[in-house]
């Protein structure tokens, strides 16, 4: 699976939009990219997952680039209840890595007041 | 309502007793995985089952070892042999094993004394 790299924290505004990025330059054509967020002590959260098209569900947008090296993850207006570590993995059903998720470190999102 | 449901929340054993950590989905998933997460890191896969009475070693099953007799629970044993035990235990479940959409657990605190 590819190798993803994300910053280690940002900050947002409540109410703001929050745009959480993620590059992964070696993804494959059939990887794709999952997010997931874990507040403090409590289990991990899926959000969204996309292969090419930007995709969106009632928590967030992904903005897949064209070349499929990055992507964004867009909150459109955070909340405080947002604050959370935010993961980005890319994953590839039919690879070796089948059935497996590989979590890195995340980026920490704290939302302001 | 539908989940997966982790117990005990917080367990303290004293060095070189085995624990058994439950996990049970009424979600009728087939697939149910165990990962650990040590402060500040991120998630490690220690062992995976795609369907019942098979699993299979994640990255860091030394020291583990689970079974899986039925479709709904999937136990974990942390075993004497297992170094450094004191972690957080996440369980999780798929719809099928090669989905990247996992459901997780509230987690198991394990302190070892």
């Known amino acids: 699976d590819a190798k993803t790299t994300q910053p280690t924290s940002m900050d947002c505004a409540e109410g703001r939009a929050a745009n959480l990025p993620c590059n992964h330059s070696?993804?494959?054509?059939?990887?794709?990219v999952y997010w997931y967020r874990q507040i403090h002590s409590q289990g991990p959260q899926y959000i969204i997952h996309g292969l090419k098209n930007n995709e969106t569900n009632e928590m967030a947008s992904l903005i897949i680039t064209e070349d499929r090296k990055s992507s964004t993850l867009i909150l459109p207006h955070a909340t405080l209840r947002d604050t959370a570590v935010y993961y980005c993995?890319?994953?590839?059903?039919?690879?070796?890595?089948?059935?497996?998720?590989?979590f890195g470190q995340g980026t920490i999102l704290t939302v302001h007041p | 309502d539908g989940g997966i449901t982790q117990s005990p929340k917080y367990l303290f054993r004293k060095e070189g007793q085995n624990v058994t950590l439950s996990c049970e989905q009424n979600l009728n998933h087939d697939a149910m995985y165990w990962y650990r997460q040590d402060p500040g890191q991120g998630l490690r896969l220690i062992y995976y089952s795609q369907i019942v009475n098979d699993f299979q070693k994640g990255d860091i099953a030394e020291g583990y070892s689970v079974s899986r007799e039925k479709k709904e629970s999937f136990p974990l044993t942390v075993t004497s042999a297992q170094k450094n035990p004191t972690a957080f235990y996440l369980c999780?479940?798929?719809?099928?094993?090669?989905?990247?959409?996992?459901?997780f657990g509230e987690g198991s605190r394990l302190t070892v004394l």
């Open positions: 999780a479940s798929s719809i099928r094993g090669y989905t990247g959409e996992l459901f």
């Open positions: 070696t993804i494959s054509g059939n990887e794709y």
């Open positions: 993995i890319g994953y590839n059903a039919g690879g070796t890595s089948y059935g497996k998720l590989t």
